[in-house]
């Protein structure tokens, strides 16, 4: 859900809390908000510089939330107004239980701003070299796989921390949460897309593999590159 250029945009905080032009919100956009505060003050805690932008106007099927980075700061994307599926990721989710979710999916896209802000976007971790050998006659389909693969690969350590995130957090709601996310990476319509982070979700299964003790992306780590190691083949 990274993107990298943000088109015009009302930027309605500099600081990862509640806005304080909240007047300016749509019901839907605070209640989001609201959900996601516990995550953004934690990234305020460890310093990651978020903004938080709510899109004018977006297309419907767009993603409610997604993160971009530019000059040096993180942007948290609200696309939500004149986007009647910006909620499909919560189809069938009882209304008293959707903010859980939120606060997971915003774990989720703090993950890519963190690995942006390290300076990792993109790289394998310490140890890690490419492997195999694709080819192709067109090489805009060889940049096109790799880049799908590179997605996959952020989306993976995204969703472990998210899980972490839970676990650490809420650990009585983490079964909830991992089923949750299974479903949605089980829609996946292509195998081996950028979102087909079942390889990771799976080894996340109990919960009892991240260490509390740790930030959310260091306990995501371990799984993380287990899951590199199968994701691929």
Not at 32 to 57: C, F, G, M, N, T
């Amino acid at each position: 859900m990274f993107k990298h250029l943000l088109r015009a945009a009302v930027i309605i905080a500099a600081a990862a809390s509640l806005p304080s032009h909240a007047a300016q919100l749509t019901a839907q956009e605070s209640r989001w908000l609201r959900a996601a505060a516990p995550v953004l003050e934690y990234s305020k805690s460890i310093s990651l510089p978020v903004d938080i932008i709510v899109q004018p106007k977006t297309p419907a099927g767009a993603v409610p939330l997604a993160m971009g980075f530019a000059k040096g700061r993180c942007k948290l994307v609200l696309s939500m107004r004149g986007n009647p599926e910006a909620e499909t990721v919560l189809a069938n989710v009882p209304a008293d239980e959707q903010a859980l979710l939120i606060e997971a999916m915003t774990a989720h896209e703090l993950a890519h701003c963190w690995r942006y802000a390290q300076g990792e976007w993109n790289l394998l971790p310490s140890g890690f070299v490419e492997t195999g050998h694709e080819s192709s006659h067109d090489p805009e389909l060889l940049a096109a796989a790799k880049a799908m693969r590179d997605t996959r690969r952020e989306e993976g350590f995204a969703d472990l921390v998210a899980l972490a995130w839970i676990q650490r957090t809420q650990p009585g709601e983490y079964a909830r949460v991992h089923d949750w996310l299974s479903g949605v990476r089980a829609t996946v319509a292509v195998p081996n897309s950028g979102h087909d982070t079942r390889t990771w979700v799976k080894l996340a299964g109990n919960g009892r593999q991240f260490d509390s003790r740790l930030s959310p992306f260091e306990a995501a780590d371990a799984l993380w590159r287990e899951g590199l190691l199968r994701a691929d083949r």
